[in-house]
């Protein structure tokens, strides 16, 4: 019992304690209890405000004594993001053209001519309506239109949809300023405008606006979002004069450098490496302040064996091969790679083949090969060619998806005046039973794989193809070598020259009726720049489209 009043007489001391300190911190706040001078704070005559589209309307009764009154529209529920502050004199508001399909918290309060005697805030919210339907003409910023410091955007002409300004705003710095203009009328017409002056590897909101609509949030299409290309923070600088091959050894056997990491080449670089076997994932990327960095192989690169590599990439680079019986990649060993990416690289002097696969059955397995604005140039050239893609493992290879767009395959009995020493194929599959999503749009095939077919799933049962808006002028053989039951093909938008000599139909495309000679400005040299810019690949986007005037 006397521990009992002894706790009693404990917990009302502390009570006494917090009571005071209640009163104390009630001086300071803004809830606090009124003096008799202070005004009485504003109701509201509605229970809601008012709503229609973009535009909030909030009406209250008069106070009495009132000089004014402050009207606050905030972001958040907490009120410490303001979006704009009103003094009135009047007992309503209409807020008009505010952004829409915002929540919006409101509050309301009486102002005194003396402000230390202002009225409690009142409070309420709103939620602005959906906008209207309107065309999403800006289309997505494709990365090969991205540098460290501009931005090629492209979007739909049309009298409908006028458009005269862009904008170009960081998405998560406010110390990074935002790039606008007018677009001049060329860029108007033409649909396409460069800006310039971004930050390195800085994510942004892109939007283009028809100025003359008399509403803000009316002006903007759909915005889209890029990031400039350039390293990241945590990314290795390599310069010209630095030992690349070196640095990638080294690191591949560092356990302190992380899986991933990415090396960024300088522009107008040449490195020299001995591709080696590879135990973590890495990416290369050049510079695009210049030209591509240029990287010289004398060696294959391979996969250690029972390896499981998150991804490895490669981007913006030249690569060249000095050996004779020479690939990018040739490995016999068994692995697993969740993502393989080529991005807007050029590929020259492989020999005798691109990316092989053997040893039997050992299993290797690819999530997603990602192939995007590439061009092989002058490759082949070999007695003995296994091809651009050759899964050979005894049916031990698995890539489960494989796409590749916007991309050229030319020239390639590299050295050699007899074709038949070609690259063989674009994708043979091999032997394997696992299913494969295999996809080619916007390609570009010239004088390559002569007599050849270019596709071979002839075990894969339950794959996918997809085979759209390919330009073929090239004597090849069939498309399709052997495909497996149970896999649908989508044929779409192709077209051949007369040098494919199987017909357009073999393809389920139109025959241009012209030579690659008339098509293309200068083939035998590599330029493969359509000549007529109304022809249908033109108008209709076939093949690479950086090809297209």
Not at 115 to 120: F, I, K, L, P, R
Not at 270 to 299: A, D, H
Not at 480 to 494: D, L, S
Request: net charge neutral.
């Amino acid at each position: 019992m006397k521990n009992f009043r002894t706790l009693i007489y404990i917990l009302s001391f502390i009570g006494l304690i917090v009571f005071g300190e209640m009163l104390k911190s009630c001086t300071n706040d803004e809830f606090r209890y009124k003096a008799v001078e202070d005004l009485f704070q504003p109701k509201f005559v509605l229970t809601a405000p008012l709503v229609k589209s973009n535009s909030i309307a909030v009406v209250w009764y008069k106070v009495n004594e009132a000089d004014s009154y402050t009207v606050e529209l905030h972001l958040d529920n907490y009120y410490k993001s303001l979006y704009k502050s009103y003094t009135i004199t009047d007992t309503q508001i209409l807020m008009d053209d505010i952004p829409y399909k915002t929540q919006f918290y409101i509050r309301v309060r009486s102002n005194h001519v003396n402000g230390s005697h202002n009225s409690q805030w009142s409070y309420t919210n709103a939620l602005t309506e959906d906008r209207p339907a309107f065309d999403p003409i800006l289309q997505p910023v494709v990365k090969v239109n991205i540098t460290e410091t501009e931005v090629t955007v492209n979007w739909l002409v049309s009298t409908k949809n006028p458009v005269d300004s862009i904008s170009v705003e960081p998405a998560q710095s406010l110390t990074i300023p935002a790039v606008g203009r007018k677009l001049t009328a060329d860029e108007i017409s033409k649909g396409e405008a460069t800006v310039t002056g971004l930050e390195k590897n800085t994510l942004y909101n892109l939007n283009i606006y028809d100025t003359s609509k008399p509403r803000r949030y009316d002006k903007p299409y759909n915005q889209v979002s890029f990031r400039s290309a350039g390293p990241s923070a945590s990314t290795i600088i390599v310069t010209k004069g630095m030992d690349l091959d070196a640095l990638l050894r080294t690191n591949n056997d560092d356990p302190t450098i992380p899986e991933g990491t990415e090396y960024f080449l300088e522009a107008g670089s040449l490195f020299k490496i001995t591709p080696f076997t590879i135990s973590k994932g890495f990416k290369l990327t050049g510079g695009t302040q210049g030209e591509r960095p240029q990287i010289e192989m004398n060696g294959n690169w391979n996969i250690a064996e029972g390896s499981y590599l998150s991804s490895l990439a490669f981007e913006n680079i030249r690569f060249y091969q000095t050996i004779d019986a020479g690939y990018f990649f040739n490995s016999g060993t068994a692995w697993k790679v969740d993502e393989i990416t080529f991005y807007n690289c050029v590929f020259n002097y492989f020999k005798r083949g691109f990316w092989r696969h053997q040893g039997n059955g050992k299993y290797k397995e690819i999530g997603n090969l990602d192939m995007s604005y590439c061009t092989f140039d002058q490759v082949g050239g070999h007695t003995g060619p296994y091809g651009t893609f050759a899964f050979g493992s005894a049916g031990a290879d698995n890539v489960k998806k494989a796409v590749f767009s916007n991309c050229t395959f030319m020239r390639d009995y590299y050295q050699t005046t007899d074709k038949n020493r070609n690259f063989k194929n674009l994708f043979d599959y091999g032997t394997s039973a696992y299913p494969i999503h295999l996809e080619y749009q916007n390609i570009t095939i010239y004088d390559y794989a002569y007599n050849r077919s270019l596709i071979n799933i002839p075990s894969a049962v339950g794959s996918t193809l997809i085979f759209k808006n390919v330009l073929l002028a090239s004597a090849t053989g069939k498309v399709i070598q052997a495909i497996a039951a149970n896999t649908p093909t989508t044929f779409g938008n192709n077209y051949t020259t007369t040098d494919y000599l199987l017909g357009a139909a073999a393809i389920q495309g139109t025959d241009l009726g012209i030579s690659a000679q008339s098509l293309f400005v200068d083939p035998a040299n590599g330029n493969l720049m359509i000549k007529d810019s109304n022809s249908p690949i033109v108008t209709n986007k076939v093949g690479d489209t950086r090809w297209l005037p």
